[in-house]
Structures are given as C-alpha cells and as structure tokens.
C-alpha cells in the first residue's frame, strides 16, 4: 500500500537550518508531484511547497520562499525539505503529501491523496 | 494573494445532514478538495474534483460547487465524522495552493 512516512523534526534554535525527508513506498515515485504542508500547534493546514514529478517545477508559499527548498530523489524514492534561517513561526507539524494520480497542476481539479503521519519541528530558544 | 474562508464551527445532530463551506475566489475556476483530520491524525481526502470520493469514503460524503464557494454535506452525520474539515484549491495566480481555516464539526 501507499506510505509517506517523514523524519528529520527537532528542536532547533531560530536562525538554525533543518533537512527533512519523506521516504516513500507502494507507488511509482518518479510519476507523481509532492507536497509539503504543515500545520502549527493548534492551528489550520498551511501549503509549504510542491515539486513536480521530475524536479523541473517548484512552487513555495511566500512565507518560506528564500528559506525554505524542496527536491527529491527519485532513485531513492524520497522527497526532502531543507529548511533555513528557521523562526519560532516555522514551528509546526510538517506533513509530506502525494498529488492524486492522473492530475495535473494546472488543471482545475489539481489536489493531494495521500499523506504521510508528519514530523514535528520545533524552533525555539 | 487569494484565500479560503470557512465556518470556524458547525454541529449536527446525530443522524441529520449538514453543509460544510468554503468561499474564496479561485474556486471560481478552480475545484475544491476536501479533507478530514481527527485528532492526532494526518488529513484524510474525503471529497475531490466535481464530486468524487476515494475509495473507502462512505457515500454520505458529498460535494458541490457554486460560483465563488464549494460545499461538502454530509448526509445523516456519524459520531465518527466528528473531525476538521479542510478544503483546499490551487489559487488564481496558479503557482501556490491554498487551505481554508478549517471548520471543526460536533455532532451531537
């Protein structure tokens, strides 16, 4: 079956950078575009950034945009986000997410299926 | 940049339907997802596109869509459809998506 399963939270200090990954099994990897969205304590969903399915596209909310970068790997079947000059804002549950298959971004029916159980990254001092 | 709004908090009674909604400008051109988070757990789509369920959501979910807002009912609530709901488009400008605020449903 499909799993999305994340790694690499912490606490960090603000100012500190953080890498982490989402390593993924029970699908063809390379054919699908991922997601990063996060959710603060006790808040709502937030969309982090999206990478297509090969890397050419990449698209950041603005309040990570110059901080923040996706990639992957798709011989490892693994998508990262490596996080700098990170802010007691940044602090949240970060969920890794994988667009439904057949989609395409810039149809209008464009959206995630899976996600994975996410991983908490504290910033704090 | 555009938004998503929804209801904070909406409740049901056991067994009735209710109507969950989500305004923004990019669904005017845009379809909404839905999904469902209880506590502790990651988000579940439950609805997709025009009105599509993935396998293993009960028919009681539905969805719509009208001008600038998109609408998830769900017909004769379960004690187990107690959750969050999040609904989620990409927005005008094409290159972001974007979440509502979320709604948190009680069903009495």
């Given at each position: 079956?499909?799993?999305?399963?994340e790694?690499?939270?912490?606490?960090?200090?603000?100012?500190?950078?953080?890498?982490?990954?989402?390593?993924?099994?029970?699908?063809?990897?390379?054919?699908?575009?991922?997601?990063?969205?996060?959710?603060?304590?006790?808040?709502?969903?937030?969309?982090?950034?999206?990478?297509?399915?090969?890397?050419?596209?990449?698209?950041?909310?603005?309040?990570?945009?110059?901080?923040?970068?996706?990639?992957?790997?798709?011989?490892?079947?693994?998508?990262?986000?490596?996080?700098?000059?990170?802010?007691?804002?940044?602090?949240?549950?970060?969920?890794?997410?994988?667009?439904?298959?057949?989609v395409?971004?810039?149809?209008?029916?464009?959206?995630?299926?899976?996600?994975?159980?996410?991983?908490?990254?504290?910033?704090?001092? | 940049?555009?938004?998503?709004?929804?209801?904070?908090?909406?409740?049901?009674?056991?067994?009735?339907?209710?109507?969950?909604?989500?305004?923004?400008?990019?669904?005017?051109?845009?379809?909404?997802?839905?999904?469902?988070?209880?506590?502790?757990?990651?988000?579940?789509?439950?609805?997709y596109?025009?009105?599509?369920?993935?396998?293993?959501?009960?028919?009681?979910?539905?969805?719509?869509?009208?001008?600038?807002?998109a609408?998830?009912?769900?017909?004769?609530?379960?004690?187990?459809?107690?959750?969050?709901?999040?609904?989620?488009?990409?927005?005008?400008?094409?290159?972001?998506?974007?979440?509502?605020?979320?709604t948190?449903?009680?069903?009495?």
């Amino acid at each position: 079956q499909v799993q999305l399963v994340e790694s690499g939270g912490g606490v960090v200090q603000p100012g500190m950078s953080l890498r982490l990954s989402c390593a993924t099994s029970g699908f063809s990897f390379s054919n699908y575009g991922m997601h990063w969205v996060r959710q603060a304590p006790g808040k709502g969903l937030d969309w982090v950034a999206v990478i297509w399915y090969d890397g050419t596209n990449k698209y950041y909310a603005d309040s990570v945009k110059g901080r923040f970068i996706i990639s992957r790997d798709n011989s490892k079947n693994t998508l990262y986000l490596q996080m700098s000059s990170l802010r007691a804002e940044d602090t949240a549950v970060y969920y890794c997410a994988r667009e439904r298959p057949g989609v395409r971004w810039e149809l209008p029916d464009y959206g995630m299926d899976v996600w994975g159980q996410g991983t908490t990254v504290t910033v704090s001092s | 940049s555009s938004e998503l709004t929804q209801d904070p908090a909406v409740s049901v009674a056991l067994g009735q339907t209710v109507r969950i909604t989500c305004q923004g400008d990019s669904l005017r051109s845009n379809y909404a997802s839905w999904f469902q988070q209880k506590p502790g757990q990651a988000p579940v789509l439950v609805i997709y596109g025009k009105n599509n369920r993935p396998s293993g959501i009960p028919d009681r979910f539905s969805g719509s869509s009208s001008g600038n807002t998109a609408s998830l009912t769900i017909t004769g609530a379960q004690a187990e459809d107690e959750a969050d709901y999040y609904c989620n488009s990409r927005d005008s400008s094409g290159d972001h998506l974007l979440f509502g605020g979320g709604t948190k449903l009680t069903v009495l």
